[in-house]
């Protein structure tokens, strides 16, 4: 509630327009993160063709405000899409297990670019125009995003926090066990996909409106399904703050990252990939969890003095050297 | 090759009926044919008249039918209360709200004694309380009938004979039982009557006692030295 306040508050401090660039990206990117999230930190289920949506969103909302509608509309076109592709997505691919869906998803993501990249309405693989006839306003652009970030986060604690979400939890632990239990994975896993693509389909539409020019390259790309899985990762899988934690990382530092590694930048997130998955599974929200606990336990253990042999052990000294 | 052949039987309401056989007799594969976990080739399964042969297995949930794991299943990540929660959820009541979810949760881990172990992780138990906790969720889903897979496999004796208190007051809930087991002890003194599998096909059918003193059963399924000095079989 407090970091959306200041976020609201921030344009009264008079920040530069690259400023306001940065966090409205970051914004769009926390979007994604969350939508993500649910499917593949929530339920388990791990798709690497997020792009599928974004990109869709992306377009169903230049097409729009192309066609004259407010771009708003726009937006709610761009969810249905979205939603509609996750659906058409999800139906077949939700019967594969595991790896099998994530590699799977691997290949809906290029064929659609391939298919973007050919289909002539929208100019092919040399990208397609926006034009709005209202002038330009950045800082609309920026509430838009920032409104909608946080409702995608009130979205994904309520899920987390539902029914519903104790059912995902489940299918993410053992899926024939939930399903014995009365819950339906298949059910399941399509509605919190589509969930998940409705939100990224609006991110997309954000970026589509905001950059006035999209071309499946971008908005279709693989990396773009990376960045978009590396985020929740980076910040804790599975946790309601992890991918806001994680899209601000990345936000803040993908540009720089981008501009300052030109050739090496994917080599330096592939490496993040691999130390956080060694070493802290659960992000930064693990690490600090675990700070915290560490934090507690040292206290506690100054304030009384405690019983644990193993304590008192490591403070005579006894256990520390091993 | 069939793992099953003209196996049929009902179970009447409000009964416990016990299924033993030795390893390989097909008391696994019945339990998935009847669950919906495999489809069978041919026959028919039924529940209160209506076919529901080939029904997934959350399907037969909602029409009363639930089951455990000869290998629990626990959500491990998730707490005890959580795992059941999920079945009070999803189960055939199909509870909403949270609260009366939890509560129902709660009452249901009394029953099996695992309420003081609610807020643990489902990993922190032990294999007897996690056999307990697998009974807790099949419990919490409601059913009208319930399929016991070994519950009382690998537990030491006095996990057992706690599990089969539990088993008593199951029965004098009056459900309708389909009970599993290799543990005879258990299985003879619950039952109200015992079906013998062998190779797939029924070898006899009858009362505890009338089972015990097949000639048949006692040779395929106990080897010919008596039951009464070797009750682990």
């Not at chain 1, 909608?148 to 899926?175: E, N, P, Y």
């Not at chain 1, 070493?279 to 336990?297: M, Q």
């Not at chain 2, 707490?79 to 009452?107: I, K, S």
């Not at chain 2, 299985?187 to 070898?203: A, E, H, P, W």
Request: net charge positive; charged share 20%; proline share 4%.
């Amino acid at each position: 509630m407090l970091l959306f306040g200041l976020l609201l508050l921030l344009p009264l401090t008079n920040p530069s327009a690259n400023t306001v660039r940065l966090l409205l990206t970051t914004a769009v990117w926390i979007i994604t993160s969350i939508g993500w999230n649910l499917l593949g930190g929530l339920t388990g289920q791990v798709s690497f063709g997020f792009a599928v949506f974004y990109g869709l969103g992306a377009y169903a909302t230049a097409l729009m405000i192309n066609a004259g509608r407010s771009p708003y509309f726009a937006f709610l076109g761009g969810i249905a899409v979205a939603v509609l592709a996750s659906f058409l997505v999800g139906l077949p691919t939700f019967r594969l297990r595991g790896p099998y869906f994530a590699i799977a998803t691997i290949g809906v993501g290029e064929a659609t670019r391939v298919i973007m990249n050919n289909l002539d309405i929208t100019g092919g693989a040399s990208g397609y125009r926006i034009v709005e006839h209202t002038p330009f306003r950045q800082l609309e652009h920026y509430y838009s995003a920032v409104i909608i970030a946080a409702i995608a986060l009130a979205i994904s604690a309520l899920v987390f926090h539902s029914k519903f979400g104790l059912a995902l939890r489940a299918i993410k632990q053992d899926q024939e066990a939930a399903a014995d239990l009365g819950v339906n994975p298949y059910l399941s896993k399509l509605w919190v996909h589509a969930i998940a693509a409705g939100l990224t389909g609006v991110a997309g539409g954000l970026y589509a409106r905001y950059h006035a020019f999209i071309y499946p390259g971008d908005v279709f790309a693989f990396q773009t399904s990376i960045y978009i899985l590396l985020m929740p990762v980076i910040g804790g899988i599975g946790t309601v703050w992890g991918p806001v934690l994680g899209g601000v990382i990345f936000g803040m530092v993908e540009e720089e990252l981008t501009v300052h590694f030109q050739n090496t930048h994917l080599l330096l997130y592939g490496l993040l990939l691999i130390l956080i998955i060694l070493f802290e599974p659960d992000g930064l929200v693990g690490l600090l969890r675990r700070l915290s606990k560490k934090l507690k336990s040292r206290r506690s253990r100054e304030d009384s003095g405690s019983n644990d042999p193993e304590q008192i052990l490591r403070r005579r000294g006894g256990v520390e050297g091993r | 090759m069939a793992a099953l052949k003209d196996v049929s039987f009902d179970i009447p309401e409000k009964h416990i009926c016990g299924f033993i056989g030795p390893n390989g007799a097909g008391k696994t594969t019945l339990f998935n044919v009847i669950t919906g976990t495999f489809r069978p080739s041919g026959g028919r399964v039924k529940l209160r008249g209506r076919d529901v042969t080939g029904m997934s297995p959350s399907a037969l949930v909602k029409r009363g039918m639930a089951r455990t794991h000869q290998i629990v299943r626990p959500f491990k990540g998730m707490t005890v209360l959580e795992n059941v929660q999920v079945a009070v959820h999803y189960g055939r009541r199909a509870v909403n709200r949270t609260a009366a979810a939890r509560e129902h949760a709660m009452d249901t881990l009394q029953l099996v004694g695992l309420d003081h172990k609610a807020n643990l992780l489902a990993s922190a138990l032990s294999l007897g309380e996690q056999k307990r906790l697998e009974v807790a969720r099949a419990l919490a889903t409601a059913p009208e009938l319930l399929l016991l897979d070994e519950i009382c496999g690998g537990l030491t004796g006095a996990e057992t004979r706690s599990m089969m208190d539990l088993l008593h007051r199951i029965r004098e809930s009056g459900a309708t039982l389909m009970y599993v087991e290799h543990e005879m002890k258990a299985i003879m003194s619950v039952c109200d009557r015992i079906t013998v599998l062998n190779f797939g096909q029924k070898l006899a059918e009858g009362k505890p006692e009338e089972i015990q003193n097949d000639e048949a059963v006692i040779e395929a399924y106990l080897g010919k030295s008596s039951f009464r000095s070797t009750p682990r079989a």
